[in-house]
RNA sequence: GCCGUCGUAGCUCAGUCUGGUAGAGCCCCCGGCUGUUAACCGGGUGGUCUGCGGUUCAAAUCCGCACGACGGCGCCA
């Protein structure tokens, strides 16, 4: 049986639906497999067989039905109406079946009693299993005996499919929930978090359209990469060697010296084996580029449009994230400017918190901890050493030994969900410094031109979507941010 | 790339230290129960103990190698 709650620590396992299976109520028949039937031709070592109504099943358009949440607002009490959903458990008792139904709003109890349907539907309601697709009919009830205070008194249950026996029960580990995870999508937990990760798209893009900025698409098969250090996932292409994109940076720059303020929401790919809470392979990356435009002048859409988001999802799905640990009101408080701090101020604090870090030295997980702790919102770390920053941000003109870049790190350990920076536009410099980094400037030719011609000041950061949601629904692990997550170890289902 | 933990029924685990007939709970199946709330009560099905090799009269258990998964660090968004 699924579980509400269960006391193993595997995420409170009830499903709560995920969205429409094109079904249509099938019409009453007389003659319909039992479980009885199920049952005997397993033992004969059988394939177990999936039985489907196929009557009107699947075919053309699906009449609408009400769905659970507003019978749970009590706003369908005393009417007689239609639910499909999938069923999440049962409980037989004498002459009476409880089933649970789900669907994508909620889960509610309908009570089938063999006096009131026909034989064959009582004995659907029965036998069907765990997740078997199931429609009903009949007559909404206050009443306190049921889970959730309503019910349905049933007139009509029609099992639409039989489910197999369902793999996902009590007791979950990690390992397994991942390997169904096809199956877990539908847990109440999982659709918490899509909910709220639509939200916080829309947010995203909701803010950029809003500030001017257009939408554009870079290519996602590159012939060379960006991040210095960042391993590329290779592509054969017809023979010849590209690679999945890492950032749309170089592309960005280019783009936005033709619309002057882009902005984008896709795919990232990384072939770093890091096996922590904080990487995927394959993430969602938002990234945005401003001609005319300088550090301080991106880094302010960076904290207003995770101020944004914040709230969004604190308006559009306060229960998904109370479900999922997050106080809403948090989120409510969010607000811009963010906590500003140089890397060297940072370094300072940290030595007052008796972390003595080399001047040069990337801030490490450890220290990003140090920094956020505490804190109910993110915080800005600006003016790193030049030293191990990639090649195209723009040193300070009030000292040469730092980049005009930036970070936003997020608290509750999620650390840097956003890496951003002016763009250096000194074309000799900048091919010395391809060479410096280690690349070849033959390859960056075509992204020098952007300094040929019309070369203006330029700034621009990169979000990781799935890090900005980790924060925001308090995951403790990023895969859950994402419906099938891409790990070094795991790239299926 | 480095460090650690684990692998026994469909699932979650005990059994391994101290070698001697493969165990429990859940799921599923059968029976009972006329309002269940993770229902309950009784009975039952279900095993390549990750793989290979070794030690031994005897290996889930001891030794070696491999594979897989998970966790942490580094790197990043």
């Not at 790919?269 to 938002?286: D, G, M, P, V």
Request: net charge neutral; glycine share 8%; proline share 5%.
């Amino acid at each position: 049986m699924w579980r509400p709650e269960d006391s193993s620590g595997c995420r409170g396992g009830a499903p709560s639906g995920t969205g429409a299976l094109r079904s249509r109520a099938p019409r009453a028949r007389t003659t319909r497999p039992s479980r009885g039937c199920l049952r005997r031709e397993s033992r004969a070592g059988e394939r177990r067989e999936v039985f489907l109504r196929n009557d009107n099943l699947f075919s053309g358009a699906c009449p609408r039905v009400p769905k659970i949440a507003d019978v749970l607002r009590g706003a369908l009490t005393g009417q007689d109406i239609e639910l499909k959903g999938w069923i999440y458990r049962t409980r037989t008792i004498g002459g009476k079946a409880f089933v649970v139904l789900r669907d994508s709003s909620g889960v509610l109890q309908v009570a089938v009693s063999r006096e009131s349907v026909p034989a064959d539907q009582f004995e659907g309601a029965e036998r069907a299993l765990i997740e078997s697709a199931a429609t009903a009919k009949g007559t909404i009830v206050a009443d306190k005996r049921a889970p959730g205070g309503y019910e349905m008194r049933a007139k009509e249950f029609h099992v639409v499919s039989f489910a197999e026996k369902f793999p996902i029960q009590q007791d979950l580990s990690e390992e397994f929930l991942l390997d169904v995870r096809h199956l877990w999508v539908r847990s109440q937990r999982m659709t918490s978090i899509f909910r709220v990760r639509h939200t916080v798209f829309g947010a995203v893009h909701e803010y950029f359209r809003g500030e001017g900025f257009f939408e554009v698409h870079p290519p996602m098969i590159t012939p060379v990469g960006s991040e210095g250090g960042a391993t590329l996932f290779n592509v054969e292409y017809f023979g010849k060697k590209a690679y999945l994109t890492q950032s749309w940076q170089l592309y960005a720059e280019a783009l936005a010296l033709s619309m002057e303020k882009v902005y984008y929401i896709g795919p990232s790919f990384r072939a770093e084996k890091s096996r922590t809470t904080r990487h995927l392979t394959e993430y969602w990356h938002c990234e945005m580029e401003e001609a005319w435009a300088g550090m301080d002048d991106v880094l302010k859409h960076a904290e207003r449009v995770i101020e944004h988001a914040a709230h969004r999802a604190a308006e559009e799905n306060p229960e998904d994230l109370k479900f999922l640990g997050r106080d809403p009101d948090l989120l409510v408080k969010v607000h811009t400017p963010f906590e500003h701090i140089t890397y060297d101020e940072a370094l300072r604090r940290l030595k007052a918190k008796g972390m003595e870090i080399e001047w040069g030295k990337d801030l490490r997980t450890l220290e990003e901890r140090a920094l956020t702790e505490g804190m109910g919102q993110p915080i800005i770390v600006s003016r790193y050493p030049r030293v191990s920053q990639a090649f195209y941000k723009r040193r300070d003109p009030a000292n040469p030994e730092l980049v005009l870049g930036f970070d936003v790190i997020a608290p509750d350990d999620v650390g840097e969900i956003v890496g951003g920076s002016e763009r250096e536009t000194d074309l000799e410099y900048l091919k010395q410094a391809i060479v410096e980094f280690g690349e070849d400037p033959a390859h960056y030719e075509w992204y020098l031109d952007t300094r040929r011609f019309g070369n203006v000041q330029h700034a621009g950061f990169g979000m990781g979507m799935e890090r900005l949601i980790q924060w925001i629904c308090k995951l403790d692990h990023i895969r859950d941010a994402i419906p099938f997550p891409r790990t070094p170890a795991r790239f299926s289902p």
